[in-house]
């Protein structure tokens, strides 16, 4: 079962919703983090839980290379694999294929690459791909697409935008063919052309799906632009349907987008950064490694409650990144997991009691 | 408040006791985690805790050179700078100074080193082992001692002995000096000689300490020899005071161990072999990169209750393994944790019970 439901409209184009999924109900704007290989970076399913987060993402190429999706089908899919029973989307890999793929040509038909394991040659097609992510048992399921880096030309993004449509097509007939479970969302590309964006929009939205992701940004091009991409992209999405900025995960432009119509989000951002020894703080960020905090008392954030925050003292946490030792890594991606949760669980109080503009300016005032 | 009672006797020379360490009681024979650097490595206090581990291990010589104990001393104590309020022990780095440093002097006086970070010299005297311990507020400190291999001359380890039994006397008169709290153990030295470990442990005992620990096992002799040194050591210790088995771990030797009157043990082994996806299951180990596991459904071990065993598959934890996700680490751990800490816990039930030469044939036949 799926089903999205805006409740009530904000500041902006903001909305607050209701994601169904199975049995488990999402509310919206809602972030979702990244475990690539079928595992959130240096947490566990139950760190995952405490921190509050429902949904997580997992990529369908990175899956097809290791383990195989047919081994995780054996294994009952990927919750009962990973032991994660909370919500499951799996990105196709498309734009993984694009930027690790030594070697990668695309067809009208597919897409040829390296694996960036091995070497070996392989050939996927639109379809393929999907049956990848139903083995797989996903509960939104994101179909082949093609991205481009922020300075691409009109024409060849033009092509970008027509492929990923037809491939959308494609990826919806196979996917009521196989009667897989889950619900398959489609990508609106487009690069940074408004005339691009709006086709490939009205494309999508003919062939009609649950779900809209805008895909191609957050590739090197700067904020502002970013900004009015989704600004002027958002509109030419249905209305009803939840709508999916890929890639994005920096608070202050989660906020941005959320004010511009957006509902989910996902990016490596917090983890990475996390294992990189930089937690998220109101105001900005904190560098763990800082000389400064070597006899530092306090919390990463004293007000914070995550397992970290109550816990361990910002001194504490520099000596283990210090001796490089693993648990370092599992308390910074705590925090920086729960302080985004935290911020949006805010952000949707906010939009509740429509106070969206002063928390927008309490964020900008670094109390958020 | 320290206080170690022989609450019961068993087979052979084993015991069943109680250390009573400020407001916790511990019974005793024991298992204690190794925390090198005040971390047992990928795991937390709250994972130590769920495992029922009740008393961990640091090292006073790397403490000493990073963080430093004074930073840990002005936090509050190891206890509050780790967040871990069980137990802890310091070993004095004695063992480490040998092993570690490129170059090491020993004198009457004291240790010359370089630091194996930085290769600064540096000059440290029991008392300033002594005093380091204390500040960094250990519940149980063990004292600067001559560690040497396993194939030294009689004229070294005689030489070794003597130097750790001054060192001990030099050690216990700082320590009432300085008026720490925490409690101070001394270490029996001797290498594979029986007439001198006969002499250390008397001149020990002569001196008076509240604990005595094996030293300079499991540095490389066979495992019969280090049986046989401990079957002639117990018995010259003091009846009413704990024994304490320096660095063994594995379960077969620790059985072979209480057999033989011990009643503490510390070692890496659990920790590290996780670490490298070995662990253990009744009757040996398991390799978990192991190409027969890819599609195992089983638990590491079925009837295990750690939360590894509760929620993950072999196969899943393979697949973390083969993708370095750091779960990986931690749930080996958690698992060899745990069943070193049932494994100890059963011992004991099997001791009170009066059934302890039954254990030692289920184990031997590789039932536990």
């Known amino acids: 079962m799926f089903e999205f439901t805006v409740l009530q409209k904000g500041e902006g184009s903001a909305r607050l919703g209701k994601l169904q999924i199975r049995d488990m109900k999402v509310e919206t704007p809602v972030f979702m983090p ?49 032991g994660w029973d909370g919500g499951y989307l799996t990105d196709s890999g498309g734009f993984q294929i694009f930027s690790l793929s030594p070697l990668r040509k695309i067809e009208q038909d597919g897409v040829t690459f390296r694996s960036h394991l091995d070497g070996s040659k392989k050939f996927l097609t639109p379809e393929d791909i999907v049956q990848i992510e139903v083995d797989i048992g996903a509960d939104i399921i994101m179909p082949l697409d093609v991205c481009l880096a922020a300075e691409s030309s009109h024409e060849e993004a033009q092509k970008a935008a027509t492929i990923t449509v037809q491939w959308a097509k494609r990826s919806k007939s196979i996917f009521r063919r196989i009667g897989g479970t889950g619900t398959l969302f489609c990508i609106v590309q487009g690069n940074m052309y408004k005339d691009l964006r709006e086709r490939c929009a009205n494309d999508l939205s003919e062939i009609d799906f649950p779900g809209y992701a805008i895909g191609g940004l957050s590739v090197g091009e700067d904020k502002s632009t970013m900004y009015n991409v989704i600004e002027y992209t958002t509109p030419l999405l249905p209305e009803n349907r939840p709508r999916y900025l890929m890639g994005v995960g920096a608070p202050g432009d989660i906020l941005e987008a959320v004010l511009r119509g957006v509902d989910m989000f996902d990016s490596v951002l917090p983890t990475r950064n996390a294992r990189n020894a930089t937690v998220f703080i109101p105001g900005g960020k904190l560098l763990l490694r800082n000389a400064q905090l070597q006899e530092d008392k306090n919390a990463i954030q004293n007000d914070c409650h995550c397992y970290t925050c109550r816990n361990f003292s910002r001194a504490y946490i520099r000596h283990l990144f210090k001796t490089r030792e693993l648990l370092a890594y599992r308390l910074a991606t705590i925090h920086n997991l729960y302080y985004l949760t935290h911020f949006l669980a805010q952000l949707r109080e906010a939009l509740k009691r429509d106070r969206l503009k002063q928390f927008y300016e309490d964020f900008k005032r670094g109390m958020l």
């Open 34 to 82: 990244v475990g690539t290989y079928a595992a959130v970076k240096a947490v566990s399913p139950q760190d995952l839980k405490d921190i509050g987060v429902q949904i997580i993402l997992s990529n369908a190429y990175h899956l097809y290379l290791r383990p195989g999706e047919k081994l995780i089908k054996n294994l009952g899919g990927i919750h009962s694999f990973t």
